[in-house]
């Protein structure tokens, strides 16, 4: 099984912050990364696949960079509707997710 | 529209049965590859099983091995999973979820259909 941890679980911020989420695999899964928003009450929403690519409609302050075993999400100005808890995914092999990032207003 | 709708959740007893169901519309069901994802209260996603677009592929989560079964009707385009032998633990929000293999990323999600297993 391929391992995806990320960091931080719980990250605070301001509107207008720049944040950036991390997420490494335990073995590497070449650029086939996804990541994911989620808000209460809501299904996870793809925000970025294939690790930089964004899906259609997502907002531009949204990135996602890296290859291999290192990921990263970054978000360039907080908007309010951003606060939500982010996932990371892979499918070189199941179990796909990452343990989730909560990202709360400071 | 391409849309996905769960259906099926409620409340059960420990130790019983439930068949959840999601109908596709808007898209060829037979083409893609489909799972279905958990979600306990409070806590994170949790992939619960895997079947390939033919059917003839299946994976599932170790925590559910056995006692749950994925199916598809294509000519219904209709996802199913039957749940046995439920427990405590396996009280959570599940959704159906549309995978595009080119991508491997989950790309279409429904919106949830509660299970409660209590007593």
């Known amino acids: 099984d391929i391992q995806l941890t990320q960091s931080p679980s719980f990250l605070s911020a301001s509107v207008g912050d720049r944040v950036t989420i991390t997420c490494r695999a335990s073995?590497?899964?070449?650029?086939?990364l996804a990541w994911y928003q989620q808000k209460p009450g809501k299904a996870p929403k793809l925000l970025i696949y294939a690790a930089s690519t964004l899906q259609s409609g997502v907002p531009s302050r949204f990135s996602g960079s890296g290859s291999g075993t290192e990921f990263t999400l970054t978000i360039s100005s907080l908007q309010p509707e951003d606060f939500a808890t982010y996932y990371c995914q892979q499918l070189n092999s199941y179990p796909p997710f990452g343990q989730g990032t909560k990202l709360e207003i400071k | 529209e391409v849309q996905l709708v769960e259906s099926g959740g409620g409340l059960v007893q420990p130790g019983g049965s439930l068949r959840l169901s999601c109908a596709a519309s808007?898209?060829?069901?037979?083409?893609?590859?489909m799972n279905w994802v958990r979600q306990a209260p409070g806590k994170g996603l949790e992939w619960v099983s895997y079947i390939s677009s033919s059917g003839s592929t299946i994976y599932y989560a170790d925590s559910v091995k056995g006692r749950f079964t994925i199916s598809r009707d294509n000519a219904k385009n209709s996802l199913y999973l039957q749940m046995n032998s439920l427990r405590a633990e396996d009280t959570a929000v599940y959704y159906c979820?549309?995978?595009?293999?080119?991508?491997?990323?989950?790309?279409?999600w429904g919106q949830g259909t509660m299970v409660t297993v209590s007593s």
């Open positions: 073995q590497g899964i070449s650029s086939y």
């Open positions: 979820a549309r995978v595009v293999a080119t991508i491997r990323a989950f790309d279409i």
């Open positions: 808007g898209f060829t069901f037979s083409s893609y590859e």
